[in-house]
């Protein structure tokens, strides 16, 4: 397969061009042929004119590639080469919604032919990709695993916003259905990572390490949560905390914070799904996700106590939220708590403005019904510093004084500020 597609004999495929197909699509189009596959017509015709609908990629990016972007199922039956990078999100009820992998797997399954190969890199609970993807795959097709077509997974680990560690400078895990496959799928892969490649035992092996990456992580921040939650009731300093601990060698420095996005929010519930599923329900895993989804309401919680303290009324009160995308430095708004602080926020009939540089104001007010402010104005009675964007670490204590009234609360949940000017009333978490 590799040297086919290096001679561009044959075509490789991604099904999925959001913020983790879209960079593998274009870094593999710079040696071969690529169908950069998404069922949104919209999203197609925003990259066929150089525009990264994630807006992580410049139009750059996209100049002297070897790409055709289609929402046609007749152009992905070009291809050979199939890697599959759809979200894997939760529903309502924090349960996996395999829908978007299915669909992927029933339009490769459609065109599947002999020979070809199908890589999974969307997250999922182990056993998935064998047992919930490749029954579509056999089924469509008519074609057996083996001696028909090959098998893979190879997790993402793409960070939106981070521009030190590009696609080809993370080390990257790949696993096959046998010996073949595998070599086969770690050759590809190799073409475009510099960082290396891990050959992991099994597919399940592969998935189950990708799933533990972000549970590990969701931990970790749980842990500092229920620790900031605790010394904010003793008066200590959370930050100053960590920086002490940060002395021995083998402290981890991880740091509280509202935990949403679309990895570390979600991925626990996978591994949760998959477990209960077997029945085992599990301790610590649930209940550090209790702790980081209960972060939105006890933060509203502590602004309110702030205003009291203040003498201001909670009714009365106008506060300015800065940042409701998921992380700094990236216009994705999904599973973001920053929308959920703001909705326990108007629980307390509080004026709540938000505003942010990165997000879309129709994306989201059509997914949270909550409207972006176009400016920043004056008077609040709390500003309150939800994302670390960088525009954000520029400000100074001149400058929200200029837009804050009597007695200012500032909120700084990335902590991004020291030595804030008396006269405001600053709390970090």
Known sequence: MYPSLLRKEKTLAVIGLGYVGLPIALEFARDFRVIGYDIDAVRIAMMQRGEDPSRELGPEEFTGRDIHFSSQLEDLAQAHFFIVAVPTDIDEHKVPNLNPLKKASTDIGSVLKKGDYVVYESTVYPGCTEEDCLPILEKLSGLKMGPDFKLGYSPERINPGDKTKPLTQILKIVSGSDAEALEEIAKIYRHIIEAGIYCASTIKVAEAAKVIENTQRDLNISLMNELAMIFDLMGIDTQEVIKAAGTKWNFLKFYPGLVGGHCIGVDPYYLLHKSVELGYEPQVILSGRRVNDGMPAWVAKK???LLLKKGKSPHLAKVL?????????????????VAAMVNELQDFSINVQIADCHANPNEVAKEYNLRLSDNISTGYDAVVVAIGHDEYRKYDSAFFKSIMGEN????DLKALYEDVEEGIEYWRL
């Open 408 to 411: 200012p609360i500032l909120m």
């Open 303 to 305: 602004a309110v106590q």
């Open 321 to 337: 939220i800065l940042g409701i995308t998921f992380k700094e430095n990236v216009s994705d708004i999904r599973n973001s708590k």
